[in-house]
């Protein structure tokens, strides 16, 4: 079974259940811990990075970071250890339920109410992060998780800090992404997150930015841009305000404290956001006790009170004088009366709001506004000069949102950042498909590609001019540098190249000198050619050696020389006593040892002599032995005296068992007996 299999145990006691996916660095699965029965969710780092060290080092931030924030809204990480494969682990609370967004697709928005109570609680979650002194930057629907608390109430808990970041400086090494590069799920990001590029560091408010759409959602079922693309989400955040929650789905009665509340969070410039979570829960608490209130307040109508039942058709009546009219008429068309005044009224007000929302450029509101006052009287006054200023303030809107746009592009195209400009261009067309420039704008789009494509193929050169210098193919290194030369307007990255690719030829030069100078070294202190060696370790000095080297080369040098002069002064005994030995004068090669002795104290030589003149004068003695015993032998034999004869040739064999005589002395002994 595999390690990672339903029904497998890792770490000898988390049973997988099942997978659940994957993440940027890990595997998540479903796990049962067998010694609790509890289920869990383990996110394991993937293979593929267990061997990474900076890889390594995040994941454990992300386990480092979730272990200072303790709260009720935050999902809670019980273990961190590590396998038997060199990967890491981390085991975090199973949370039954199901995230906001596959709730809101499931059945769409959330009531007023509702929203607003988990609203408040994920706030609370993330001011635990916050409080931390950690930004989560990637808060959405799918993080944000509903459940059930143990009375039974709907909770809310934020998980997954796989790109959560500490508001004090990092190690640079732990960053998923580089200076510039994008944080977090697209449609839910800041705009400060979207423009990463320009180098702003997103904060708290960029988190309660990203929590507001996801709360812009639950309570509308809709985002609050128009859009038919991803592109268009991000632009239209960086260039226009959100539309209002008020009117922005007709089934979802919005209270208007609740609609300035978020579109103060979904504030484009931070500075005029929520400073942090706690204010905006204490909005969102006093939009919650005031719906609370109003539906204790409802009071329902009495029974008796019911509408009245049509009359009966009949010929249309005469006028009549109030005179004529019974007292329950009489209240009616004063009531009538009142109605009609209280409209007048209300209209008259309507007006001054879509009056005051126009001069405020609030057009978005101004035609919600319009739209339901033409639904509720389409005589009221002054409706139709309503609605021409507010198509006139859209023209200017649009030209001016355009006028923007254009300006944004023109300044994504000069700094080439071709992503951006791409989706600039195409929320300008959107606005305008017929634009004047567009074949300009696009040619200068397209003309950023090229330079961008071509400067991806200058770095595809570029490594693998730098790859050939590695293993030293200076040939390939210095095509691939002509290529560059001809593909580099300025010429600043292709000469920084050639300069490398020289500094790298000369110091294979050097090195390849280095190696044949310790070659030629390692030749003379061999063949004891030292004044040679001496000159050769002289040249060797002015090249890049260490200094360890050198003296280890000079300490072998000097060795080599007190070796060669203490056999010289050797040599001067060596004579002597060699004449000594062959002239078998074991006294005198002694004494010659004994000198040496004196004279070389460090010399080995004198003892080796000791032992040789003691095995040549034992070896010579038994010689001189075993020649005296075959003269005996002989002269017994001579003398006929038999029983001698054989008593010293028993002798003889004793010492020397494999003596040439042998047989023929035995010959001569057998004869005397015959």
Not at 250 to 269: F, H
Not at 455 to 460: G, L, Q, T, V
Not at 510 to 517: A, G, I, S
Request: overall charge neutral; aromatic content about 6%.
């Amino acid at each position: 079974m595999s390690a990672r299999e339903p029904g497998s145990v890792f770490d000898g006691k988390y049973e997988i259940v099942q997978r659940l996916g994957s993440g940027g660095m890990g595997e998540v699965y479903q796990v049962r811990h067998l010694h609790l029965q509890e289920l869990r969710v383990v996110k394991i780092l993937r293979q593929d990075l267990a061997a990474d060290p900076s890889a390594q080092k995040r994941f454990m931030r992300e386990a480092r970071l979730a272990t200072q924030i303790k709260h009720p809204n935050v999902a809670i990480l019980y273990d961190f250890a590590s396998l038997p494969d060199g990967s890491f682990y981390m085991v975090w609370e199973h949370i039954e339920g199901q995230d906001i967004g596959d709730r809101l697709r499931q059945q769409g928005p959330f009531p007023v109410p509702v929203a607003l109570q988990l609203g408040i609680q994920a706030l609370r979650g993330l001011e635990a992060i916050h409080a931390a002194g950690i930004i989560h930057r990637d808060l959405s629907p799918d993080n944000l998780m509903i459940t059930r608390d143990r009375r039974g109430q709907s909770q809310i808990k934020i998980i997954d800090l796989g790109l959560a970041k500490t508001l004090e400086k990092d190690d640079p090494n732990l960053e998923i992404t580089q200076v510039g590069m994008f944080m977090g799920k697209l449609r839910y990001c800041s705009p400060e997150q979207a423009r990463a590029v320009s180098g702003e560091v997103p904060d708290r408010r960029s988190d309660l930015y990203s929590f507001a759409l996801v709360f812009y959602e639950m309570i509308t079922g809709l985002p609050p841009f128009e859009s038919e693309n991803q592109h268009g989400f991000v632009f239209k955040r960086l260039s226009e305000d959100p539309l209002p929650l008020a009117g922005r789905n007709p089934e979802v009665e919005v209270p208007r404290q609740l609609d300035r509340i978020v579109r103060k969070a979904l504030e484009r410039d931070r500075d005029n956001r929520y400073p942090d979570a706690v204010s905006f829960i204490q909005d969102l608490d006093n939009v919650a006790r005031g719906l609370n209130a109003a539906q204790t307040q409802e009071i329902p109508l009495p029974a008796g009170l019911a509408a009245p039942r049509p009359a009966p058709a009949a010929a249309a009546p005469r006028p009549r004088s109030s005179s004529e009219l019974s007292r329950e008429e009489r209240a009616e068309l004063l009531a009538q009366i009142e109605r009609a005044g209280k409209r007048t009224q209300e209209s008259a007000g309507e007006v001054a709001k879509v009056e005051a929302s126009l001069a405020a450029g609030r057009l978005d509101e101004a035609q919600t506004l319009i739209g339901r006052l033409e639904a509720a009287n389409p005589r009221t006054s002054g409706l139709a000069r309503l609605k021409e200023q507010l198509s006139e303030a859209q023209g200017a809107d649009v030209k001016r949102r355009i006028a923007e746009a254009e300006q944004v592009l023109a300044g994504y195209i000069q700094k080439k950042q071709l992503r951006l400009a791409r989706l600039a261009l195409e929320t300008l067309l959107e606005m305008e498909p017929g634009h004047a420039k567009r074949a300009e704008y696009q040619s200068a789009v397209d003309a950023v590609g090229r330079e961008k494509d071509q400067e991806k193929r200058f770095d595809a050169a570029l490594a693998t001019g730098r790859e050939a210098i590695a293993r030293r193919d200076f040939k390939t290194a210095n095509r691939e540098l002509e290529g560059l030369l001809k593909s580099d307007a300025t010429g600043e990255r292709a000469g920084a190249f050639h300069l490398e690719l020289e500094a790298a030829e000369r110091a294979a030069r050097q090195e390849d000198e280095l190696d044949e100078r310790r070659r030629r070294l390692e030749t003379l202190l061999a063949e004891r050619r030292l004044d040679e060696a001496e000159r050769e370790l002289g040249q060797l000095a002015g090249l890049e050696v260490t200094r360890v080297t050198l003296d280890l080369y000079r300490e072998r040098l000097n060795g080599i020389r007190s070796q060669a002069e203490q056999e010289r002064h050797e040599s001067a005994f060596e004579g002597r006593y060699r004449a000594a030995i062959q002239a078998r004068d074991w006294f005198t090669a002694r004494e010659v040892a004994v000198e040496l002795e004196r004279a070389v104290p460090a010399s080995q030589r004198a003892a080796v002599m000791f032992a040789e003149v003691e095995r040549l004068e034992t070896e010579d003695r038994r010689r001189k032995s075993i020649e005296q015993g075959v003269r005996q032998v002989e002269t017994f034999l001579t003398q006929g005296d038999l029983a001698k004869a054989e008593l010293a040739f028993k002798i003889l064999l004793q010492m020397d068992p494999g003596n040439p005589h042998r047989q023929r002395l035995e010959r001569q002994i057998q004869t005397l007996r015959g």
